[in-house]
């Protein structure tokens, strides 16, 4: 899926959470705003994605880390060589449940310490929503290696063609799902 889709899924899936949560005005559009962040985060495992372009610093680290790791993994026995370079390639364990996790915790951990617990929750619940959003679009576009660490196999819910027909009918649908939610938030 392209980046265009991915930021819709996010701002659709942030608006879904804060029609469901007892959010305010502010509260929500943390959440969305969030949401919209974690859903591209996921492609900074790929040096041209939108997020990689946008924050150029954190990319050159993935990139340079993804090149020693892939390096370092051949010194390693045929299996746990493919195993390790599995989870550095595009769409490895950035696109697993495993990230969402420890951001969630970090953030949820930081906020507590620094005294914002409340905007800290609705920051942690938009960005995980944002993240699954761009993790279950990629499972219907090919898959991931949802369960990494234990599993590196990729599930896969279908094969939506990038820029494709299915694409666009799935970006009019969280277009109208973003606009009927944001229509009964103002109602
Ligand atoms: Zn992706």
């Known amino acids: 899926m392209t980046a265009a889709t991915h930021r819709l899924g996010g701002a659709a899936a942030g608006m879904v959470l804060s029609a469901w949560l007892p959010v305010n005005i502010t509260e929500g ?65 950035t696109h697993s449940l495993l990230p969402v996790i420890a951001l969630a915790v970090c953030n949820l951990s930081w906020s507590a310490w620094a005294g914002y617990a409340q905007v800290g929750y609705y920051m942690t619940v938009g960005l995980a929503g944002g993240m699954l959003s761009h993790i279950v ?15 590196t196999k ?9 820029g494709g027909v299915g694409e666009w009918i799935f970006r009019v649908s969280l277009m109208l799902i973003f606009i009927c939610l944001g229509l009964e938030e103002l109602v």
């Open 137 to 151: 679009f990629d499972m219907l576009a090919g898959g991931v290696p949802l369960l990494i660490p234990f599993s």
């Open 154 to 162: 990729r599930i896969c819910l279908s094969h939506i063609k990038t």
């Open 29 to 93: 559009m943390l959440l969305v705003g969030m949401a919209v962040l974690g859903s591209i985060i996921p492609d900074i495992d790929n040096p041209r994605s939108s997020i990689s372009y946008k924050w150029r610093g954190i990319s050159w680290i993935v990139t340079i880390s993804q090149t020693l790791i892939r390096g370092v993994s051949h010194l390693f026995p045929k299996k746990q060589s493919a195993y390790i370079r599995s989870l550095i390639g595009h769409r490895g364990l």
